[in-house]
């Protein structure tokens, strides 16, 4: 039988129980109400008030029979609200005893996946332990091998160098003997020089031109961003090379004013700019601490120089040869540089930084400027200081510039002199200097003409001044800079004179 049958059961039997009880009080009374009617005068109030009392009792019981049906009608409401609950409870508790059933045999199968995979990282455990044995086994072999190469490379190393010291000392022998040879067949020119300048008449002078004084801008080239510290023209030619902040070397055909060529491969600002005799190479003074070698013909890097700790302002080379390189640098080091071998050859340390650097015409001195103001002279071989002069009292030396003669050299400091030694005996043979020229940085580098007749020198107003050399005294101030000028050059063939600011344009003047 369900809950509900039971339900209608218990309120039918509710029911009955109530009529019966109403039915028993009805005949309860009945003797009450027969008596009552009897005219019984005696007893007639006390059973008149009986009857009312019994008549109240009697509402009272109908109204308690309504109260209990209405109590009995919200119950089975109750009732039927609660057997659907229950049901919606009974659904919900076997919905969950079936995903309880369901989470347990996932759980089960889980719990035996995980014992699968227990048992297989145990494996990979065992195998891992195993191949670590074997690692350290091999790698104990590797470090056996790698001493043993190590010992074997040690040993092949010395003996190529063995080889390579030999063949550079046949080399050495040959080049000292192609040198001679052309000594030998310079000497007559060389004699023939009078006061360092050779006459246009004279043998080997073919590329020889008498300078002239510029007045005009030909050419005014953007050439660099952000400034542009030096610039050069090739030997015996009116091709400009120059270096500026933007990383790049860029050629310049001063005839047209365009651009021949670009050179790549530079990390760092460039400083300082230096080209081998033979106009084959270029090489570059860098902010990034090293130097760097090109090839102009297929304008690839062939050296990156590297050993200087601070950035490496000022380089030259041999004029002899292609072969030696020097160059200074912010770490207090100057160094020499074989560029067939690549590498340092040596260093020479010094307690003031050097700004400038000229190799001497045999390649056998080095010529260099300091921030304590001196000019100082080395050995190349030994790295021994030879001599030793006061350029520049208590002013940086920025400038040094060998004639072509190699008879004079010229220096530029901070205290915006211009001095003119002479080589042989280091004394000073003219100095120059006007009202208005300023040297504008540590580096701003100053030129002498090829026939050692002017000195042109840059100025921080933008202006270009030109001395007479025999006069000492300007000869003309050329104007179109609008930014300090940081470099000068002078072509080897007299003409013309290319000049350089920290705008990083180049005004080239003839």
Same mark, same amino acid.
């Given at each position: 039988m369900s809950q509900e049958e039971i339900a209608r059961e218990a309120i039918k039997h509710a029911l009955k129980a109530l009529r019966k009880r109403h039915l028993v009080e009805e005949g309860a009374h009945a003797p009450a109400i027969i008596a009552l009617s009897r005219p019984i005068i005696s007893q007639g109030s006390e059973w008149k008030e009986k009857a009312d009392n019994l008549e109240t009792e009697l509402q009272q019981c109908y =109204?308690?029979?309504? %109260?209990?049906?209405?109590?009995? #009608? #919200?119950? #089975?409401?109750?009732? +039927?609200?609660? =057997? !659907?609950?229950?049901q919606e409870k009974e659904s919900l508790i076997t919905s969950l005893q079936e995903e309880l059933t369901q989470i347990r045999d996932e759980c089960s199968q889980l719990k035996t996946e995980l014992e699968e995979k227990i048992k297989a990282l145990e494996l990979v455990v065992s195998e891992n332990q195993q191949i670590r044995a074997q690692l350290e086994e091999m790698t104990m072999k590797a470090k056996n091998a790698e001493a043993e190469n190590k010992m074997l490379v040690d040993r092949w190393m010395l003996q190529k160098m063995q080889d390579a010291e030999r063949l550079n000392e046949a080399n050495a022998l040959y080049e000292d003997m192609i040198d001679r040879l052309k000594a030998s067949g310079l000497e007559k020119l060389a004699k023939q020089q009078v006061d360092g300048v050779v006459r246009r008449s004279e043998e080997g002078a073919e590329f020889f031109a008498e300078s002239t004084v510029p007045s005009t801008c030909k050419h005014k080239i953007n050439a660099h961003e952000g400034g542009c510290a030096s610039i050069l023209f090739e030997y015996n030619s009116a091709r400009l090379i120059s270096g500026g902040q933007d990383k790049s070397i860029k050629l310049w055909d001063t005839n047209t004013g365009s651009l021949s060529s670009t050179l790549y491969g530079c990390l760092g600002s460039v400083l300082d700019l230096a080209i081998t005799h033979d106009n084959r190479s270029v090489i570059a003074a860098s902010s990034s601490n090293n130097l760097y070698v090109w090839d102009v013909n297929s304008g690839r890097v062939r050296h990156t120089l590297t050993g200087h700790t601070d950035k490496v302002c000022a380089v030259d080379v041999s004029k002899i040869s292609s072969r030696h390189v020097v160059s200074a640098a912010y770490d207090r080091t100057l160094k020499v540089w074989d560029l067939h071998k690549g590498y340092c050859v040596n260093t020479i340390i010094f307690h003031s930084n050097c700004n400038a650097l000229a190799f001497?015409?045999?390649?056998?001195?080095?010529?260099?400027?300091?921030?304590?103001?001196?000019? %100082? *002279?080395?050995?190349?071989? /030994?790295? =021994?200081?030879?001599?030793?002069? !006061?350029?520049?009292?208590?002013?940086?030396? /920025?400038?040094?510039?060998?004639? +072509?003669?190699?008879?004079?050299? *010229?220096?530029?400091?901070?205290?915006? *002199?211009?001095?003119?030694?002479?080589? +042989?005996?280091?004394? @000073? &043979?003219?100095?120059? %200097?006007? /009202?208005?020229?300023?040297?504008?940085?540590?580096?701003? %580098?100053? &030129?002498?003409?090829?026939?050692?007749?002017?000195?042109? !020198?840059?100025?921080?107003?933008?202006? @270009?001044?030109?001395?007479s050399i025999s006069k000492a005294d300007i000869v003309r101030t050329l104007k179109e800079h609008t930014a300090p000028v940081l470099s000068c050059s002078w072509s080897g063939l007299g003409k013309p004179l290319a000049s350089a600011d920290k705008n990083g344009v180049v005004c080239v003047w003839t």
């Open positions: =109204k308690a029979q309504s %109260r209990l049906s209405e109590q009995l #009608v #919200v119950e #089975v409401a109750e009732s +039927r609200s609660s =057997k !659907a609950l229950l001497s015409m045999d390649g056998q001195t080095i010529f260099s400027g300091h921030i304590d103001g001196n000019l %100082r *002279l080395w050995d190349i071989q /030994t790295g =021994k200081l030879l001599s030793e002069v !006061a350029a520049h009292s208590l002013a940086a030396v /920025t400038s040094i510039s060998l004639s +072509r003669s190699g008879n004079i050299i *010229l220096t530029s400091g901070r205290d915006n *002199l211009h001095n003119l030694f002479d080589i +042989r005996s280091l004394e @000073v &043979c003219g100095s120059l %200097r006007a /009202t208005g020229n300023r040297v504008a940085s540590n580096w701003s %580098r100053s &030129c002498i003409s090829p026939d050692e007749s002017y000195v042109a !020198a840059g100025s921080a107003d933008g202006s @270009v001044y030109i001395w």
